[in-house]
């Protein structure tokens, strides 16, 4: 089992940028594909984009090129580098392994002005 800790998250004007981390402890992350959820209040989980072990990336049709999701397994960590923010981008953001159970603890992210 891998553990997830998700980090930089903020409050951020319309049109700003904010980068979240997703650091893993416990095990290799370069042997996982891995994922950014969100939930937004009131809302169903959804997935914003994901990561292969391969380096591959896909992502929501809401969030493509404004977001870019990516590893440095060096650092054992993933990104997700948010630009030109809008306030329904508001949500609790997950980093996953996906096909796993592990789960950080979240990260909010509120754009607002």
């Known amino acids: 089992q891998v553990r997830l800790v998700e980090s930089g998250g903020g409050l951020v004007q319309p049109g700003g940028s904010l980068r979240l981390s997703c650091a893993a402890f416990?095990?290799?992350?370069?042997?996982?594909?891995m994922a950014w959820y969100r939930q937004g209040s009131g809302k169903q989980r959804e997935l914003v984009a994901r990561?292969?072990?391969?380096?591959?990336?896909n992502y929501a049709d809401s969030v493509k090129d404004r977001f870019t999701i990516s590893r440095d397994n060096a650092k054992n960590t993933v990104y997700l580098q948010m630009n030109r923010l809008k306030p329904e981008d508001t949500a609790v953001y997950y980093c996953?392994?996906?096909?796993?159970?592990?789960w950080g603890q979240g990260t909010q992210v509120t754009v607002s002005s």
């Open positions: 416990g095990n290799i992350l370069s042997a996982y594909s």
């Open positions: 996953t392994a996906l096909y796993t159970a592990s």
């Open positions: 990561i292969t072990s391969g380096g591959s990336t």
